[in-house]
């Protein structure tokens, strides 16, 4: 019976106007009925465009009118080839090589999604990380505080105080201008779930020099000419978090490009962690000054490490010295890099990836 | 001679202690072999380059509120010039010019600001800003600031841009009265403070960054009355933003609470100083 009830105010509208002719027809007022079904077929051509509005009781039942766009289903759910997989073909549109070339790797490594990943897209994701990360193995750390050089060798206050620091994948280079580009481009500053709540009202201020999204020192949503790979900079700590959030969501006298001094790269091979731009860590500033030497601050600071071209001595522009800064901050000079931690991504074995205690005791292993 | 203790007499020494060596800030007669001005303690180098090279030096000055931040700018500006091996170069000409440099850097490399200025009349040169207002509210009560301001071919303002942006209008008022006192103190048409370059620098505006975007807007908006001044009584003027520090934090002392730089990284301080040099060129 359902199903025979119109289902549309329009499909109401044209069986008013026949039924009104048919009762006028029945009874004497036909005038009355010609007019009133005229009335309602005037209203159903004004309704035309507006065809597609359901009536309530209609809208599970998927009318004959066509959808509304979905958003797009995320990326996460749709990495998912059957298992066993056979060997792609090695198609440039395959979606885990675009995640790969967007730099996501972190997310097709992460322990859930890699497990429904084929083996050679896992690889693919593997190489591509060791590609764009050092391994920096997990232990202690020596964590002086900033006045360190000054206080006496016999202050108790001059101690260095050993951390334990959990094991992480760290950029080789710091994230480059085209980076970032793509990160506004992909809309960054719009996918408000890429933003703490608090911070709403004041992303709408994280514009470039011409009012657009960006950082600060571009113009009209671009990077300066020629500075594609130097260091992003002039965005605040808000925004080097929102682009890291990205990478994990569906979705001299100036600076050097980032893959420039790589004579000064450390071991395992991460360039520039000292010079040429200020980075952005996720630590507070003055997180291990002794309490009798506490330097206090308008606003809370964020730490920011390795020095940047402009600092003037060099002796602030070392791996232990520390300085800070607002975290609404976008400066000239300060830029960041990703780090991911170890327990973030499958680890490797035999090409297959580890599960449960195998990867913990993988881990273990690695950091020794 | 030397051999009986006895010293030749240099009858061109001799000669040269009778003809008194005048003193190219206060005009004070000083021997020829004197390092600072027995008067007004100004270096005597100056007024031997004007006699012996018959140039006569340009001199600037760089003044400002108490606290502007005269100490660390000029320390930072000495450093960097000596540094440079470009046109412009700093050559100190005596060991007091070393001192101020070395005062400063010192404390910088160490994340602290140096030691205030201390009040000491007796060396023109360390002339806090305290003096610079008492001889502008009260005219002559430093004779040779005064003179030193009426030789000097431009001048530095500064002016603390935390502080004007915060809405202090003391510091408005300060610089304001300062130009005032210039445009009186050489009110000549063609040679007076109306024709000579006049360099305003907002100081620490690392702590405003906005300020580096654009200085005669900031001072539009912070200091209305000072732009309104140099509107009227200048020609040749400009507004510049400086700042040596990236960040700054307060440390409590037992004697206080102790402003400390948290990195040091200069931006803009040749800026100011080469601008009055080009325009200082441009009135030859």
């Not at chain 1, 890291?244 to 001299?252: D, E, M, P, T």
Request: aromatic content about 8%; proline content about 8%.
């Amino acid at each position: 019976m359902h199903r025979f009830l119109p289902h549309t105010v329009n499909h109401w509208l044209a069986a008013l106007a026949a039924l009104s002719l048919f009762a006028g027809w029945l009874t004497t007022y036909s005038t009355l009925g010609a007019a009133i079904a005229l009335t309602t077929l005037c209203i159903l051509a004004i309704r035309a465009p507006h065809s597609k509005l359901a009536l309530p009781w209609s809208r599970p039942r998927q009318p004959s009118t066509p959808p509304a766009p979905e958003p797009p289903a995320p990326v996460v759910q749709s990495v998912r080839p059957p298992r066993p997989k056979k060997a792609k073909s090695g198609a440039k549109d395959s979606l885990v090589e675009q995640m790969v070339d967007q730099g996501r790797v972190a997310l097709l490594l992460r322990p859930q999604i890699a497990a429904n990943l084929s083996d050679i897209d896992l690889q693919k994701a593997q190489d591509a990380l060791d590609n764009s990360m050092a391994m920096v193995p997990q232990g202690q750390v020596a964590m002086r505080p900033r006045c360190y050089e000054v206080l006496n060798g016999d202050t108790p206050d001059r101690a260095e105080r050993l951390i334990q620091v959990e094991g992480l994948f760290l950029d080789r280079y710091a994230v480059s201008n085209a980076q970032y580009l793509e990160f506004v481009s992909g809309g960054g500053y719009e996918q408000m779930s890429l933003w703490d709540e608090a911070l709403w009202p004041a992303v709408l201020t994280f514009v470039d020099r011409t009012g657009q999204p960006g950082p600060r020192f571009w113009e009209n949503g671009s990077f300066p000419e020629g500075k594609e790979d130097h260091p992003v900079v002039g965005i605040s700590w808000y925004e080097a978090c929102a682009y890291a959030a990205n990478l994990w969501s569906s979705g001299l006298n100036t600076t050097v490009p980032v893959h420039a001094l790589e004579r000064g790269a450390s071991a395992n091979g991460v360039v520039q962690l000292v010079d040429n731009v200020w980075e952005w860590t996720s630590t507070s500033f003055g997180a291990w000054e002794p309490p009798n030497r506490k330097i206090e601050t308008q606003t809370p600071l964020k730490s920011i490490r390795g020095g940047a071209f402009d600092s003037y001595f060099e002796m602030q522009v070392h791996s232990q010295f520390q300085s800070g800064e607002n975290p609404l901050a976008r400066k000239h000079n300060i830029g960041f890099r990703c780090a991911l931690g170890f327990c973030d991504v499958v680890q490797m074995t035999d090409g297959h990836p580890a599960h449960g205690n195998d990867q913990a005791a993988q881990l273990q292993e690695v950091s020794a | 001679m030397r051999a009986n203790g006895m010293l030749e007499l240099d009858s061109y020494r001799l000669a040269a202690y009778t003809v008194p060596s005048p003193c190219y800030i206060c005009g004070g007669g000083n021997n020829y072999d004197a390092e600072l001005c027995r008067h007004c303690h100004a270096p005597m180098a100056l007024a031997h380059q004007a006699m012996t090279q018959k140039i006569h030096p340009r001199m600037i000055a760089t003044i400002g509120p108490s606290g502007a931040g005269k100490t660390v700018y000029l320390g930072m500006l000495s450093d960097m010039l000596s540094r440079q091996d470009e046109a412009l170069q700093l050559l100190a000409r005596g060991a007091f010019s070393i001192r101020l440099q070395q005062h400063a850097m010192a404390a910088l490399s160490q994340c602290e600001f140096p030691e205030k200025t201390p009040n000491e009349p007796d060396r023109w040169h360390w002339m806090p800003g305290e003096s610079l207002i008492e001889e502008v509210d009260h005219p002559n009560t430093f004779p040779v600031i005064r003179a030193f301001l009426n030789k000097c071919s431009g001048i530095l303002v500064l002016i603390d841009a935390p502080r004007a942006e915060a809405g202090d209008n003391d510091e408005d008022f300060q610089t304001m009265k300062l130009m005032t006192y210039l445009c009186e103190l050489d009110a000549d048409d063609p040679t007076g403070w109306k024709n000579r370059p006049l360099a305003l620098v907002f100081t620490k505006a690392d702590q405003c960054e906005h300020c580096f975007d654009d200085p005669a807007a900031f001072a539009k908006r912070h200091t209305p009355g000072l732009v309104q001044q140099c509107r009227e009584r200048l020609k040749r003027y400009q507004f510049f933003a400086v700042g040596v520090a990236g960040a700054i934090g307060a440390r409590n002392e037992p004697h206080g609470r102790v402003l400390v730089p948290l990195r040091i990284e200069p931006r803009g301080i040749v800026d100011p100083f080469r601008w009055l040099l080009d325009e200082l060129d441009t009135m030859k």
